[in-house]
Structures are given as structure tokens and as C-alpha cells.
T-cell receptor, first 111, second 109 residues
Framework: NAGVTQTPKFQVLKTGQSMTLQCAQDMNHEYMSWYRQDPGMGLRLIHYSVGAGITDQGEVPNGYNVSRSTTEDFPLRLLSAAPSQTSVYFC??????????FGQGTRLTVV | GQQVMQIPQYQHVQEGEDFTTYCNSSTTLSNIQWYKQRPGGHPVFLIQLVKSGEVKKQKRLTFQFGEAKKNSSLHITATQTTDVGTYFCDSGGYQKVTFGIGTKLQVIP
């Protein structure tokens, strides 16, 4: 099993550009989440999904959109990138009982 | 999910010394999970605690869940350089997994 696959690993955007971070899991987990990690801030929840067709906001949702059309995929869209969105992004797929499996992360720089 | 406070935020230890990090909540937790993130890596699940007073061991790591299920600790005996990283606890509910800020452990050889 591949587990959680996150792409791309690195990305540089210009302010105002949009992009989609991809996340796919092959473990048939219902729950998936997106986090951003900044120095001294820990992992902050952006959006999460409890199943296909269902998404909800986390702690820091502004500037990001998500959709969950299938169990496997949970893409994160940056609508208009801003320097404040420079961060490391992690997607997680969550097994019932709260064990989270993380992707390798995307290091995003917005200039 | 219920937020927890994790302390300390940073810890430097000499190799061979012990290390402990704590997660504290003002409310009773259903369960708690611990993760480790190596520098430049992604968080990796270590263990889950569910029962009041539960103690679990993984080699040099000892995990405890408080009797009141409001706090938890991770203790590492005789740290090694391979223990370097950030340790997170998570007390998220079934639908929402949220993390403490983590404890960053540096081990001085």
C-alpha cells in the first residue's frame, strides 16, 4: 500500500496565483484532514472531511477550499496565494479510532 | 476536538538523560494519541491511550494516561540521538484530529 500520497513536494508560487495540492489515500479511510505547520505553531487544522461529499472547516480555513468527491482524494486549493500561506502542508488520512497517517508534506513558498 | 496544552515546548538533554513531555487538558479526554516528527519529516503515529491510568511501553518510551483522563505523558529513558524530533499529542474527537503545539527534543551527543 502507498498509504497517503501528497503532491507536489515543493512549490513556489507568486502572490495571487492559484494552485491545488493533491492528496490521495489507498486505505479506504473515511476521515481526511489538511494541516499547515509553521515554526512555533504546531500543526493547525485547515479543513477536514468525514467522508465523500462532506467537508468542514478547521482552525485556519481562510484562503483555502477543499472538496471530497471520492473517498480516496482530498485536494486542497489555494485560491489566491499570499505570502502568509508560505508553510509546510500535510494531508492526513485517519483510521477509525484516531490513528492518523500523514503524507510526506508539501513545502510551499509564496513570493 | 479538545485542545490540549503540551509542555515543555522545547527540551535539550544530554544523550543518556531521561526526557518527559506532558499533555494537559481541562476536560476529560476520550483518548489520546502520540506522534513523533523527525526534522524535515512528517508526523508518525506512536501509540493510542484509551483507558484511565493506562500505561504502555515501547522499548525506552513509556506512555501514561492519567487516572482522570485529563493528562498524559511520554517518558523516554536514556535518550539517544535518534530520539531527536518533535513529539505531539492529539486528543481529537472521532471526526476531528487536532494537535498540541508539540515538544521539540534536542539530544546533545
Amino acid at each position: 500500500n502507498a498509504g497517503v500520497t501528497q503532491t507536489p513536494k515543493f512549490q513556489v508560487l507568486k502572490t495571487g496565483q492559484s494552485m491545488t495540492l493533491q492528496c490521495a489515500q489507498d486505505m479506504n479511510h473515511e476521515y481526511m484532514s489538511w494541516y499547515r505547520q509553521d515554526p512555533g505553531m504546531g500543526l493547525r487544522l485547515i479543513h477536514y472531511s468525514v467522508g465523500a461529499g462532506i467537508t468542514d472547516q478547521g482552525e485556519v480555513p481562510n484562503g483555502y477550499n477543499v472538496s471530497r468527491s471520492t473517498t480516496e482524494d482530498f485536494p486542497l486549493r489555494l485560491l489566491s496565494a499570499a505570502p502568509s500561506q508560505t508553510s509546510v502542508y500535510f494531508c492526513a488520512s485517519i483510521k477509525g479510532g484516531n490513528e492518523a497517517f500523514f503524507g510526506q508534506g508539501t513545502r510551499l513558498t509564496v513570493v | 476536538g479538545q485542545q490540549v496544552m503540551q509542555i515543555p515546548q522545547y527540551q535539550h538533554v544530554q544523550e543518556g538523560e531521561d526526557f518527559t513531555t506532558y499533555c494537559n487538558s481541562s476536560t476529560t479526554l476520550s483518548n489520546i494519541q502520540w506522534y513523533k516528527q523527525r526534522p524535515g519529516g512528517h508526523p508518525v503515529f506512536l501509540i493510542q491511550l484509551v483507558k484511565s491510568g493506562e500505561v504502555k511501553k515501547q522499548k525506552r518510551l513509556t506512555f501514561q494516561f492519567g487516572e482522570a483522563k485529563k493528562n498524559s505523558s511520554l517518558h523516554i529513558t536514556a535518550t539517544q540521538t535518534t530520539d531527536v524530533g518533535t513529539y505531539f499529542c492529539d486528543s481529537g474527537g472521532y471526526q476531528k484530529v487536532t494537535f498540541g503545539i508539540g515538544t521539540k527534543l534536542q539530544v546533545i551527543p
